[in-house]
């Protein structure tokens, strides 16, 4: 009989009695020696590619487990199942929900696998030894499956507990937002009702753009500067550094506002792009909740505008 190797061992414990073939592979385990494994009764196959310990006591975590490696290790637990993992309470027991990117058959009873492009390395953390979408990535996602009170009772919860705010959620949500994306339009209603209600006045998202020019230590841009392009769209910019070819505009908008404005946004920005001017966009929620980090991004965009435009590319 074949013994199992230490570091396989670790892994089963860690693992909750579960293993992927690869790991096995990885770690010295023969398909010789996992088959001898399995007529014998010690081990059983759980699924496709993943072994279990005979007899090990069944729980919601290693259901989850289950998923993971059957999914492969890119996949990400989601959804309905990362909800709980959050201790997010609007969310159902449910079945096994993991994100991968890629084409994959639906596998175990009670998996859910869901496709995303858009899944990145900032949207993953550990939790119980798993990859799980982050909190804010999380919210995000379950407004596309949850009822919008749901939702609504969600957000206002999680951001009078401190765990997100609704800038913080604003931003995930606008760096996610595609057009068509479900529940876009949920959660930006009940950000809008949580939020800036109005939107930001101008004077002070202004100041707070200058603020971070000034903490950036840019030289001075010129202020309400004609929107460069051919002239079919007309209109100014916030702030642009001609030299670098750099605009900066400061958005303060409702998220629905925004949301019906993303084609004009993005026409003048093409509009600029075709004269060689490059545009960033700052929300509010960069400039009031994260003044430093947004600087510091800004002074990166401007140097390398400077040295593209310097090299003559």
Same mark, same amino acid.
């Given at each position: 009989m074949p013994s199992v190797p230490i570091p396989i061992s670790h892994l089963l414990d860690a693992q909750h009695g579960l293993i992927a073939l690869e790991q096995c592979?990885?770690? $010295?385990?023969?398909?010789?020696?996992?088959?001898?494994?399995?007529?014998?009764?010690?081990?059983?196959?759980? +699924?496709?590619?993943?072994?279990?310990?005979?007899?090990?006591?069944?729980?919601?975590?290693r259901s989850l487990w289950?998923?993971?490696l059957y999914a492969g290790p890119d996949s990400v637990i989601s959804h309905? *199942?990362?909800? !709980?993992?959050?201790?997010? &309470?609007?969310?159902?027991? $449910?079945?096994? *929900?993991? #994100?991968? $990117?890629?084409?994959? !058959?639906?596998?175990?009873?009670?998996?859910? %696998?869901?496709?995303?492009d858009d899944l990145l390395a900032e949207h993953v953390e550990q939790i119980n030894g798993l990859p799980v979408t982050t909190l804010h !990535? =999380?919210?995000?996602?379950?407004? #596309?499956? %949850?009822?919008?009170? *749901?939702l609504r009772s969600l957000v206002t919860r999680e951001i009078t507990d401190g765990r997100v705010s609704a800038a913080s959620l604003g931003a995930s949500m606008d760096g996610l937002r595609r057009r068509g994306k479900p529940g876009v339009a949920n959660l930006s209603r009940v950000l809008d009702d949580l939020g800036t209600g109005k939107g930001l006045p101008r004077s002070e998202l202004e100041r707070l753009l200058d603020d971070v020019i000034h903490l950036a230590g840019l030289p001075s841009p010129q202020h309400e500067y004609p929107l460069p392009g051919r002239g079919a769209v007309t209109g100014f910019v916030d702030r642009c550094w001609p030299d670098a070819?750099?605009?900066?505009? /400061?958005? $303060?908008?409702?998220?629905?506002?925004?949301?019906?404005? #993303? &084609?004009?946004? +993005?026409?003048?920005?093409?509009?600029?792009? /075709?004269?060689?001017?490059? =545009?960033?966009?700052?929300?509010?929620?960069?400039?009031?909740?994260?003044?430093?980090? =947004?600087a510091e991004l800004l002074r990166t965009v401007h140097e390398q505008r400077c040295l593209l435009l310097g090299q003559g590319l």
């Open positions: 592979r990885c770690d $010295g385990l023969s398909d010789t020696a996992i088959r001898s494994l399995v007529r014998s009764g010690r081990w059983q196959r759980s +699924a496709p590619g993943v072994y279990s310990v005979a007899d090990h006591r069944q729980t919601w975590v289950l998923a993971h309905e *199942s990362a909800g !709980r993992l959050h201790h997010i &309470e609007e969310v159902p027991a $449910g079945i096994a *929900s993991v #994100m991968v $990117g890629r084409d994959l !058959r639906n596998g175990p009873v009670g998996l859910r %696998l869901r496709r995303a !990535r =999380t919210i995000v996602d379950l407004a #596309m499956t %949850l009822h919008i009170a *749901s070819r750099l605009i900066v505009e /400061a958005d $303060g908008r409702k998220w629905h506002s925004r949301r019906s404005q #993303m &084609e004009r946004d +993005a026409t003048r920005s093409l509009e600029a792009q /075709a004269a060689g001017f490059e =545009t960033t966009r700052l929300l509010w929620e960069h400039l009031r909740h994260d003044p430093h980090g =947004t």
